[in-house]
């Protein structure tokens, strides 16, 4: 194990026990995918996060609370990708669920489309749709669950999401640091993977 690998495992270990996560299946995938994040992120800016600890706490941990919300054999969108927090990192670690990971940006999109070959992420597909493109296409109804992070406000993504989701399925929203609306009928789930108290709101 490099020592990139075992460094990056006690970092995630807690949150990975907490939400059931197998480090030993899923850690050395995770390990390739922080380095490569780091490695590109000197080169175009991906994330605010420069070092491991930051990217591990702040951002991988970060989108381990999702896990549970998503079905086995679920069909999952990230919306606005990004350096793939947390589509990457969900794809990863539920190797089960097909996921679209829709980022408009092209040097994000390139970043995305090199770790999806170079891990071998069969169940990935990276597309360079706008969001409201991808609904008037084939985006409409399509998903079990969707999941923005950072990108819309959080009420405006909660509505936005319903158009992906088929009916019963999940839009998956962040709440920030101060208590936000949201509509009626969202859930609240609180959790703390080690970089202090957040929220994820689940709508339906």
């Known amino acids: 194990m490099s020592e990139l690998s075992e460094l990056l495992r006690v970092l995630l270990e807690p949150a ?20 490569r994040l780091l490695a590109w992120n000197q ?17 991988i941990a970060d989108a381990f609370p999702l896990v549970p919300h998503l079905a086995p054999s679920a069909r999952c969108i990230d ?18 669920v097909v996921f679209t990971l829709l980022e408009p940006i092209q040097k994000r999109r390139t970043f995305l489309s090199a770790v999806v070959r170079d891990l071998g992420l069969a169940r990935v597909t990276v597309l360079g749709d706008r969001l409201n493109a991808h609904v008037a296409g ?58 202090g108290p957040r929220v994820i709101v689940v709508g339906r």
């Open 79 to 96: 919306v606005g990708s990004g350096a793939g927090l947390p589509g990457i990192v969900l794809a990863i670690v539920r190797s089960d």
């Open 138 to 195: 084939r985006g409409r109804e399509a998903y079990d669950a969707a999941i923005s992070r950072a990108v819309f406000p959080l009420a405006e993504w909660l509505e936005l999401g319903r158009r992906l989701v088929c009916p019963g399925g999940a839009v998956l929203g962040f709440a920030g640091s101060r208590e936000e609306a949201v509509p009626a009928g969202a859930a609240r789930v609180p959790y703390d993977v080690g970089a």
């Open 16 to 35: 990975a026990v907490r939400y059931g996560i197998d480090l030993g299946t899923s850690g050395r995938l995770l390990a390739s995918y922080a380095d």
């Open 43 to 59: 080169r175009i800016n991906l994330t605010g996060a420069r070092d491991l600890e930051t990217l591990a706490l702040e951002h």
